[in-house]
């Protein structure tokens, strides 16, 4: 069975600091994404990794995969205010017929001024 | 392009009563997807439809859920009767089907349930 587990679950930090949140899932996968949740809203898709090494920026957020470690990161540079959110790590595997995600169960990150 | 819409955004209901859950994915996505997430914890799967047909059921908890697909358009989830533990939020997602930059699942804003 695919696990992911994030961590922190909790995340406070104050604004221009830097802070990574870390995604580990626990057998081969294929895809990596990464979501962020505001309160109400839809999961806006952040950034989608598709192979080792893969990094991705946008913005103060940047994103890797290292597949080998079975891990990603999700590293925030100099936060701000609006970067307050619930981040969700999830993983899935090509199948036939589309496929199912499996996700880690969110970092709820409060960035402060 | 609408996005993904769920409907209702909040549902309050008693134990033993029935809710439906109705979600309308992206017009042309072939693929839709149930999840939930429950009291904080990580977001569910729950099932997968490919046009009207469902492709994988493994995730609906017990014989009090429902899921139907009428005509390959919008879903509807219908729990029946509600217990307690169903209490979380309901999420739907859609995706075009097969092939690079198809598969990326486009998801609703959820909706809350609250059995009480």
């Known amino acids: ?113 | 392009e609408a996005g993904v819409t769920q409907f209702p955004s909040h549902s309050v209901i008693e134990k033993g009563q029935t809710v439906t859950l109705r979600c309308d994915p992206i017009s042309g996505h072939d693929n839709l997807y149930w999840y939930r997430r429950v009291m904080g914890k990580e977001i569910k799967f729950l099932l997968h439809f490919v046009k009207e047909s469902k492709q994988d059921e493994s995730g609906m908890p017990n014989n009090r859920f429902l899921a139907e697909r009428t005509g390959g358009t919008y879903s509807t989830l219908k729990v029946q009767p509600a217990e307690l533990e169903d209490s979380g939020v309901y999420f739907c997602a859609s995706s075009q089907g097969y092939g690079r930059a198809k598969y990326e699942q486009y998801f609703g804003p959820g909706t809350r349930l609250t059995v009480t």
């Open chain 1, 1 to 113: 069975e695919l696990k992911v587990e994030q961590n922190p679950l909790f995340l406070s930090m104050q604004e221009g600091k830097n802070y990574t949140i870390y995604c580990n899932y626990s057998t081969t996968s294929d895809r990596l994404y990464w979501y962020r949740q505001d309160p109400g809203k839809s999961l806006e898709s952040l950034f989608v990794l598709l192979s080792n090494g893969a990094v991705k920026q946008e913005g103060r957020l940047m994103a890797s995969l290292d597949t080998k470690a079975r891990l990603s990161t999700l590293h925030i540079t100099a936060a701000v205010h609006d970067l307050s959110a619930t981040y969700f790590c999830a993983v899935d595997r090509k199948e036939t017929s589309g496929s199912r995600l499996t996700f880690g169960e969110g970092t709820q990150l409060t960035v402060n001024p």
